[in-house]
T-cell receptor
């Protein structure tokens, strides 16, 4: 059983569309991170959210941490081909002090 | 500041052999973690080292081991390779270890692509 479930698994959209990807769990996390990974490279940290209900914006990307700190979402406005990649969420478990990753959402933005 | 480097980038080994992968963290980072990434399982935590001590370990068999040197550089070793060990092995460094008041942001290297035939 995956501790962090990401949905959808795959997403293919046209340039200019909006999209939301989700990261859900039944566990509480002390913080949650979002990464983007491009083919042949390691994941790159986009944002860290720490407080329940927190919303962070990074240009066209909006990240939200659920009130109960069990889930998160990433919303992209007016997607561009450069947004193409694998989006990974990772939660820090307070008890075990381990970072647990979801399997990711593979996003393709077509020009 | 230079990023995390991993060597080699690609490796092809046969079953039964062993392999050693190397990771140099960002200067000043003392925590190094290793992950295995496969299409089916995603990113799975192998182990974390801090100040030459293994602080945390994932659910992998004893064939997977690692160590960290005094300059924070780290190596991981896989003995008696199996076909299922084919994966992208990622190393990540962090300023410190995970904790309640530390969000533990990881900086990843490009990975070593291991193929076992």
């Amino acid at each position: 059983t995956q501790l962090l479930e990401q949905s959808p698994q795959f997403l293919s959209i046209q340039e200019g569309e909006n999209l939301t990807v989700y990261c859900n769990s039944s566990s509480v996390f002390s913080s949650l991170q979002w990464y983007r990974q491009e083919p042949g490279e390691g994941p790159v940290l986009l944002v860290t959210v720490v407080t329940g209900g927190e919303v962070k914006k990074l240009k066209r990307l909006t990240f939200q941490f659920g009130d109960a700190r069990k889930d998160s979402s990433l919303h992209i406005t007016a997607a561009q081909p450069g947004d193409t990649g694998l989006y990974l969420c990772a939660g820090l478990q307070g008890g075990s002090e381990k970072l647990v990753f979801g399997k990711g959402t593979k996003l393709t933005v077509n020009p | 500041k230079a990023g995390v480097t991993q060597t080699p980038r690609y490796l092809i080994k046969t079953r039964g052999q062993q392999v050693t992968l190397s990771c140099s963290p960002i200067s000043g980072h003392r925590s190094v973690s290793w992950y295995q990434q496969t299409p089916g399982q995603g990113l799975q935590f192998l182990f974390e080292y801090f100040s030459e001590t293994q602080r945390n370990k994932g659910n992998f068999p004893g064939r997977f081991s690692g160590r960290q040197f005094s300059n924070s550089r780290s190596e991981m070793n896989v003995s008696t390779l199996e076909l299922g060990d084919s994966a992208l092995y990622l190393c990540a460094s962090s300023l410190s270890t995970p904790g309640r008041y530390n969000s533990y942001e990881q900086y990843f290297g490009p990975g070593t692509r291991l193929t076992v035939t």
